[in-house]
């Protein structure tokens, strides 16, 4: 039985399958090769995970010294050395006091965690989030999640959340102009909190760069004026770094592009090069209302994937893949806004780092939703040998967000195939 027909008979799937999807087989850097030997460039590193590149061998063999020792023993019952190593390393690479990391499994795990140590904290239990938002697909997390696509089947949702508008210039969703704005979406936030809850609001949760949303990227003052208005309010900010943390955006943590630091920082994705690991991290004043034993995962902070994560961190810093990151970004970026002039489907380029998305549009003065042809790019580029993902409320926008250990000869591959797809798609419409 090959695997395409187990997935079809045994797999309780979640399964994107609008295109045939690659048969993998292994990696190595940012190309994939599938079981036929057939090599990609991999523009989306497993849904932006491995961003220290497939294979790579400084975190392998952390890894593997690791598993030689012991693969697990539950590290809320047992002191185990790699977990409380890597917490530190945590406290030092995130902005502020955060201090205090409890480690899980995944990305959504991490949300709802850090939603239940607001509450904790707080006495209070409801949530500000923001439209277009992704943050997991827990009960919980679906109920913070922005985005009617992702929710549908699981509803009612938890009561006392409340959705404030996306800061998304490009659609600015109040109808106002970037320059003149005076930054009406962050204003937003003071008048959502005071008519749409009821006095108990707890946390804003919000990802610094949107990821599912269509690589969405705030004015550069709104998370400054947000968290002046949480303080007034007595809110926390939870930044939902799980996919924006860990170099993607060219800082560690994407928040630090704004200036501001948050009162609980969660993340996964990046954090271990594609080993299974969530976080969260806060202050010890507010860590410390979690008393012993609140909260407990019986595989949170695997000794492996923790292992693997310090050696990623490590990897990150002695390469300043960061850096790398912002540098092989902007020249990325430069080059599609350049090819827009040519290319009349390219809304907007826009990003940080290597997390870039591209929005199509049918038409620049009605920005239609060009949903198909960006289906139809994704569809060229796997063909031709370059893996892309698309994301977006309405599917229209390419997202590229590539391992960041990417080079230059795969970064031009990318952008010819993708130019060259745009072409294809762009005489499909004319048709
Ligand atoms: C911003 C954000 N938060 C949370 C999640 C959920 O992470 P996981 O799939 O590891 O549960 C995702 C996944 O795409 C994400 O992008």
New binding site residues.
Partial sequence: MGVQDQYRDYVMTGFVKRIEPVVVDHGEGAKLYDVDGKEYVDCFAG??VTNAGHHNSAILEAAKAQADKIVHACSYVYYVPTVGALAEKLAEVTPGKLQKTFFC???????EGAMRLAKRYSGRCEFVAIES??????YA?LSITGNSGRKKGGGPYMPGVAFTTTPYCYRCPLGLDEKSCGLACAERVREVVRLHLSGECCAFIA?PV???GGIIVPPAGYFKAVKKILEDEGILFIA?????GFGRTGKLFAIEHFGVVPDII?M??GIADGW?L?AFIASAEIADSFQVGDHLSTFGGNPVSCAASLANIDFMQKTDLPGQAAAKGEKLMARFREHADRESLIGEVRGKGLMIGIELVKDRETKTYATAEAGFVRNYCLEHGVLIGVGGNFGSVLRLQPPLVIDDSELDTVFATVAEALEAAHRLAAV
């Fill in positions: 849904i932006s499994n995944s990305g959504a795990e991490a949300n938002s992704f943050h997991g697909r827990t997390t990802e949107m990821g599912e939902d770094e799980v996919q924006s969660t996964a994705k299974p969530g």
